[in-house]
């Protein structure tokens, strides 16, 4: 199970730090991804941790970092330089490794947390 953790309403120029938590089993035999979800949009792969590494969707690139905490049971999203366009309800997801193709696909992903709400005003 996951649980994310995090959001909040913040202003343009913001930051914000998410977490999502793993109960039972550590992430490690896993990739690991955060997705975010827009009103009306299609959900879509922000960052994702992988054996193969680091990914980052293109429009936060520079801006949001992916980090684990050393026992591999939280994963964080550190979000920084917050837009508008930010807004959404942001999920991580896992799939064992080895069981995909793309990491930042969210129909490469098995596992799902509830969500948190991002919210970003100008």
């Known amino acids: 199970q996951l649980v994310e953790s995090g959001g909040k309403s913040v202003q343009t120029g913001g930051s914000l730090k998410l977490s999502c938590s793993a109960s039972?089993?550590?992430?490690?035999?896993?990739?690991v991804g955060w997705f975010r979800q827009a009103p009306g949009k299609e959900r879509e792969g922000v960052s994702c941790?992988?054996?193969?590494?680091?990914e980052y969707g293109e429009s936060v690139k520079g801006r949001f970092t992916m980090s684990n905490d050393n026992a591999w049971k939280t994963v964080f999203l550190e979000m920084n330089i917050l837009k508008p366009e930010d807004t959404a309800v942001y999920y991580c997801?896992?799939?064992?490794?080895?069981?995909?193709?793309?990491?930042?696909?969210?129909?490469?992903?098995?596992?799902w947390g509830q969500g948190t709400q991002v919210t970003v005003s100008s």
């Open positions: 941790v992988s054996t193969s590494g680091l």
């Open positions: 039972g089993d550590t992430l490690v035999d896993y990739a």
């Open positions: 997801a896992a799939v064992p490794e080895g069981d995909y193709n793309e990491c930042l696909r969210p129909d490469e992903m098995d596992y």
